[in-house]
């Protein structure tokens, strides 16, 4: 089979990666990719942006791809699985009309009203009035959502109303996420622990992939800015399986039946990031893709073939069973740039990468990067590597990956020394 991957971060490295290792795949071609895709075995990079549906398409047609794997929420939500299929070419994800589920905030959170689904209480505003009208109303800190895509920047957590007046405007009047922020979801701000759910979907059956669990603020101890997620791991103890069956029962399931009900059916990744606190489950928002840095330490414990099940997604004929995971835990790194994810230097030369990948167990996932004209690796964005590890537990795991990380270095290299540290103190209270 010929393989198409569509995007050039560390989520789009680990999937080429993982496909290429498929029996199956003749030839994995990643657009535009990266400096990490251009380097894996079986993979060759095309100079063709993410965001280029027609070119993608015309490539595709043009070489007979069999199989077109999306990675970003952009092209999703802008239709390019409609175009391959009007073309008569498969592609993994969601249709534009089901990408909405991440595409539109308020969409989201309308559905999971209709279908009672938990959530926290919110409203739907376009003006700094309603705003004000709302955040009156409103009881306790909330937060604001930009209904648009946002590239993960577009959640703002407010401490007191004039925090949360203060991000409107920003979004509003400001137009701070362009017109991404011209509507806004605000919500009670939930209390407890946050978790990743990832399940491949065929627009009937749901499967879950690997419990997995991010860390989105810039610093350590959770402080800080959002970013698009710092570091993550896999499995994530505070989902147990008890609370993995439950939100299959109260939130995968009926999303990807109320979305066939609706006449949209779902196939792809329906990624659900929610709030935990004892057994109560709340949803904070869907994703139509795999969720980045979740996907690294995910897909490095998934034991089986990952293309005939993304082949089997697509065409709607999943097997409701169990995937094949390791035993062994994952925990990611994000290594960024200087600065990020404010503004950032590009062109800083990466030391060290082959006696960091050198290690046992460990998987050096590029994101940020790209092939200077002397053949280096050099940054070219705020996330740059993902530095995952495979060990006997998430500490083991984690002692290995920072090991890796402190062989990599750039001018203004940086990454949180705190990844895996809710996993640990749970496991330690165990």
């Known amino acids: 089979m010929k393989v198409l991957v569509v995007g050039s971060g560390g989520r789009e490295h680990a999937l080429a990666w993982k496909i290429a290792q498929s029996p199956m795949a003749e030839r994995v071609f990643v657009a535009p990719g990266n400096a990490g895709t251009a380097r894996t075995a079986g993979c060759e990079n095309l100079p063709i942006g993410a965001g ?21 929420e952009d092209p999703l939500c802008n239709g390019l699985v409609d175009r391959f299929a009007d073309a008569g070419l498969l592609a993994f994800g969601p ?15 309308e559905l999971f009203r209709s279908l009672g689904i938990p959530t926290a209480p919110f409203g739907v505003v376009e003006s700094m009035e309603e705003a004000e009208r709302y955040l009156a109303r409103a009881r306790g800190p909330q937060v604001v959502k930009a209904d648009g895509l946002a590239a993960g920047k577009g959640v703002i957590v407010c401490g007191s109303r004039d925090d949360a007046l203060s991000a409107a405007a920003d979004m509003l009047e400001e137009r701070r996420f362009g017109e991404a922020g011209a509507r806004l979801v605000i919500e009670d701000r939930l209390e407890g622990e946050e978790s ?18 991010d860390h989105k603020r810039a610093f350590d101890g959770d402080e800080g800015p959002n970013t698009g997620g710092m570091g993550a791991y896999s499995p994530a103890p505070v989902l147990d399986e008890v609370l993995a069956s439950k939100v299959m029962e109260m939130v995968m399931r009926p ?32 994703n139509c893709r795999f969720g980045d840095p979740e996907t690294q330490p995910v897909l490095a414990r998934l034991s089986e ?26 925990l990611c790194v994000v290594m960024a740039a200087g600065g990020y994810p404010g503004s950032y230097d590009k062109g800083q030369v990466v030391e060290g990468l082959g006696e960091a ?32 590890a495979l060990g006997d537990g998430i500490e083991a795991a984690k002692r290995k990956a920072y090991q890796a990380v ?13 990844i895996g540290h809710r996993a640990i103190a749970r496991t330690r209270r165990a």
Request: net charge neutral.
């Open 95 to 109: 249709t534009a009309a089901a990408a909405r589920l991440e595409g539109s905030k308020a969409f989201c959170k």
């Open 52 to 72: 280029d549906i027609p070119g993608l398409l015309d490539f595709a047609r043009k070489n007979s791809m069999d199989l077109t794997v999306v990675g970003p």
């Open 305 to 330: 073939d990952l293309l005939p099940l993304l082949l089997r997604a697509t065409r709607g004929e999943l097997e409701d069973r169990p995937l094949q995971t390791s035993p062994l835990a994952a």
């Open 406 to 418: 402190d062989r990599i270095s750039w001018p203004g290299a940086r990454a949180r020394r705190d």
């Open 196 to 213: 990743s759910f990832m399940a491949l979907c065929d627009g009937e059956r749901v499967v879950p992939l690997a419990s997995s669990q």
């Open 357 to 388: 990948g050198s290690l046992d167990d460990v998987l050096v996932f590029h994101a940020g990067t790209t092939l200077d004209a002397c053949g280096r690796v050099v940054t070219s964005g705020g996330r740059v590597l993902g530095v995952t």
């Open 255 to 286: 999303l990807a039946r109320g979305m066939t009900a609706a006449g949209t059916p779902y196939r792809g990744v329906l990624y659900a990031g929610l709030m935990l606190r004892g057994d109560d489950v709340q949803v904070l928002e869907v």
